[in-house]
């Protein structure tokens, strides 16, 4: 079993930066790859980025390309996602997943999940 625990989230103004960190721990070394997710209010759980931990290789969504940034330090069991710019549109809880057997990219194929951290972005 993994355990996920996200933190860094809060309450920052339009065009401001934040960097998120998710925490693996248990049988962290089974995870083949790790991701942000993020869910706004009445609205479905979607993909942001992937990292995978053995290629160091990453995904992103279209809307994360270029103002996000994810990175991982497998020493540490932890991944990083670096916000640029944000928007009020960002606003969300940030959730962070992660797979054994592949790159987590479909919410409803996800094994683990933290419980999110709530990012606000004013206006």
């Known amino acids: 079993q993994v355990q996920l625990v996200e933190s860094g989230g809060g309450l920052v103004q339009a065009g401001d930066s934040l960097r998120l960190s998710c925490a693996a721990s248990g049988r962290a070394s089974s995870l083949y790859a790790m991701a942000w997710f993020r869910q706004a209010p009445g609205k479905e759980r979607k993909f942001v980025a992937a990292?995978?931990?053995?290629?160091?290789?990453?995904n992103y969504a279209d809307f994360a390309k270029g103002r996000f940034t994810i990175s991982g330090d497998n020493a540490k069991d932890t991944v990083y996602l670096q916000m640029n710019s944000l928007k009020p549109e960002d606003t969300a809880v940030y959730y962070c997943?992660?797979?054994?057997?592949?790159?987590?990219?479909?919410?409803?194929?996800?094994?683990?999940w933290g419980k999110g951290t709530l990012v606000t972005v004013s206006s």
């Open positions: 997943a992660g797979d054994t057997w592949g790159v987590p990219m479909v919410a409803s194929a996800v094994d683990n």
């Open positions: 990292f995978t931990r053995r290629s160091g290789s990453t």
